[in-house]
Nanobody, 121 residues
Framework: QVQLVESGGGLVQPGGSLRLSCAASGSIFSINGMGWYRQAPGKQRDLVAHITSSGSTNYLDSVKGRFTISRENAKNTVYLQMNSLKPEDTAVYYC???????????????WGQGTQVTVSS
């Protein structure tokens, strides 16, 4: 089985920083895109940042200049460095990988369990 395990969430004051990580394990042949989503209570899940296999990135407009997504392919890991955090960044953050498993013929989307990020006011 393929699973994604997230870490790095927590409570931080406005203006502070956190770094999230997400590592995939299991019978993985390859990983294409990696991304981070977030979902606040009562709201839809939004794409925060995405990074392709070639390293191209894109970001939600509201986090541009503050968040940085990166990947370490040898560890099947994606990171989200979050700086200058604001209360509106408070949400559960989920990693999402596009993975080709050994047993499969097509890439499939896998999700992390979610990690809570709370930015106090």
């Amino acid at each position: 089985q393929v699973q994604l395990v997230e870490s790095g969430g927590g409570l931080v004051q406005p203006g502070g920083s956190l770094r999230l990580s997400c590592a995939a394990s299991g019978s993985i042949f390859s990983i294409n895109g990696m991304g981070w989503y977030r979902q606040a209570p009562g709201k839809q899940r939004d794409l925060v940042a995405h990074i392709t296999s070639s390293g191209s990135t894109n970001y939600l407009d509201s986090v541009k200049g503050r968040f940085t997504i990166s990947r370490e392919n040898a560890k099947n890991t994606v990171y989200l460095q979050m700086n200058s955090l604001k209360p509106e960044d408070t949400a559960v953050y989920y990693c999402n990988f596009d993975i080709l498993p050994y047993s499969g013929r097509l890439y499939q989307l896998y999700w992390g369990q979610g990690t809570q990020v709370t930015v106090s006011s």
